[in-house]
């Protein structure tokens, strides 16, 4: 009885240590809060509400309104932040560009003005795209890390899978972000992306897990 008490005991204090080594090294609301408020994670925000639909999610002119300006190069180009900031604030005009590029000011604070111009050093970078988007949708769960130690994580049951561990192939991984963990047979703590990313977007984030394995597509 003695012994069997004791074995209990040892059981339970293992389970503890998992439990406390769990939250131990789950993202703390600092960590989260110092990786996500980086501009250039807040102009991924920016740059997808206010300038993705003519300069293209890559910033290669490829946005869906760019047709109706067929004669206009809508390709972001490398230029100093000075530039940028001149472009946004002022339009095309004040740079000796096209007049269909609107003056921002009064609609962007300054600091999605500097956030963005932050985003457009990474725009081309499909893994530093692929990382704005991990940041700014998945971390919660999925952790800073990829590891499942988002600070929500311990809601979920099973928890969100450790990406780093992922023994899944993109095809895979594409199809489950697009239709969720219930569509696939899995938690249906995971849900359906479809509507939120585009097809850019996932690609964006199998680059950076692929980045991680060093398969990038």
């Given at each position: 009885?003695?012994?069997?008490?004791r074995t209990l005991a040892a059981v339970m204090a293992l389970q503890f240590a998992a439990m406390a080594s769990f939250a131990i090294a789950q993202d703390t609301k600092e960590s989260v809060n110092r990786e996500t408020s980086k501009p250039v994670f807040r102009g991924g925000i920016v740059f997808k509400a206010y300038c993705g639909l003519c300069h293209g999610e890559r910033?290669?002119?490829?946005?869906?309104?760019?047709?109706?300006?067929?004669e206009l190069h809508l390709t972001i180009t490398?230029?100093?932040?000075?530039y940028y900031e001149k472009i946004i604030r002022q339009g095309g005009l004040a740079v000796g560009g096209s007049a269909y590029m609107p003056p921002w000011q009064a609609e962007l604070s300054d600091e999605q003005i500097g956030d963005v111009i932050a985003y457009l050093t990474v725009v081309g970078d499909t893994v530093r795209r692929g990382e704005v988007v991990y940041k700014t949708?998945?971390?919660l769960c999925h952790g800073i890390h990829g590891d499942g130690k988002g600070r929500a994580a311990s809601l979920f049951h099973p928890p969100p899978v450790d990406l780093t561990r992922s023994d899944k192939d993109d095809e895979y991984k594409a199809a489950i972000i697009r239709l969720g963990g219930v569509e696939m047979g899995r938690?249906?703590?995971m849900p359906p992306w479809e509507?939120?990313?585009s097809d850019v977007e996932i690609h964006d984030l199998l680059n950076l897990e692929g980045q991680r394995r060093g398969t990038k597509l």
């Open positions: 009885m003695f012994r069997a008490k910033g290669d002119g490829m946005g869906r309104a760019a047709k109706l300006y067929a490398p230029h100093p932040p000075e949708n998945c971390v938690s249906s703590g509507e939120r990313l």
